[in-house]
């Protein structure tokens, strides 16, 4: 069955998406209100205005708990709302696919290490940053709430809006294109789109449409799932920055200025198909024109 097609399975009208979309965004919020609590009450300081003494270690693990707080609306939407089977919104395929995960999660971890590796040989000016007392929080700060912070912004966006909007429009390049639009447009909040400019929103929104196409084609998000989990684990752990998002004490600081340069058109126009066309070939996709159009 068609990724897009899963949402027939079940009960669902207009009212009970616009609903489920309400939940989850009330969910989000309510998240960060339980986690300002959390943070005025054991730590004595507000989210709105973070001293610069705080571990970061700490306000990442703040800033990334509301997540949660979506990944459980959704799953509890769609399996009492909608009253489909929770697997549904994730695959096609009978049981959760973790080799697929696994794969792309080490395709593009290897591919940005690479990246790193040649960006140290060329004398980019990269900074070691080790330190074992902050390092080692992180990295299980970075496994195991990293990856919820993904996951719920791919069944957000990659499986349930997808699928819904699949539903009406039965069309996949129309789930692609909303999805990719409208997860591209969430991140222009990010304080990176402010240091670059709006081109920035460019990378965002062609990454959706890649991801999206990623879905619909292999029958399920647990590509992206990989894809995105390591892409953001990546960006806290190993390489960082102080002007993206995510402010940590990763092994290496980037000191360039903020720029959408080389890397990132090479990202949108020559990674990503390759990324395409290695699982397509690894997972034999077929019925392109049937599935996009």
Known sequence: MNFIEQADRGQGNA????????????SLVVGQMVVELFANYFFGFSLISI??????????????????FVFVSILLCVRYLHKRPILRV?????????????????????????????????DAPLEWNFNAEKFIPLFFVSFILLPI???AEELLFRGYLFQAIGKWSKKGWVAIAVTGLACGMLHGANPEVLKIGS????????????LGIMTQMDGGIELSIGYHAVNNIFAALILTNDWQAFQTDAL????????????????????????????????KWKGWKKKLF
Do not use: C
Not at 94 to 116: E, N
């Open 15 to 26: 009212g009970t998406y616009i609903l489920t979309i309400v939940i989850a965004i009330l």
């Open 51 to 68: 001293p610069d003494d705080v571990d970061l270690n700490v306000i990442l693990s703040l800033l990334l708990i509301p997540f949660s």
């Open 90 to 122: 994730f695959t096609t395929r009978k049981t959760f696919d973790w080799k697929r995960l696994v794969f792309a999660f080490l395709l593009w971890g290897g591919m940005m290490t690479i990246s790193l590796l040649l960006s140290l040989f060329y």
């Open 149 to 151: 912070q993904t996951t």
């Open 199 to 210: 081109i920035l929103l460019i990378f965002y929104i062609t990454t959706g449409f890649f």
């Open 252 to 283: 290496f600081i980037d000191r360039s200025p903020p720029a959408f340069g080389l890397e990132s058109w090479l990202t949108l126009l020559l990674i990503q198909p390759l990324i395409l066309f290695i699982f397509a070939k690894k997972y």
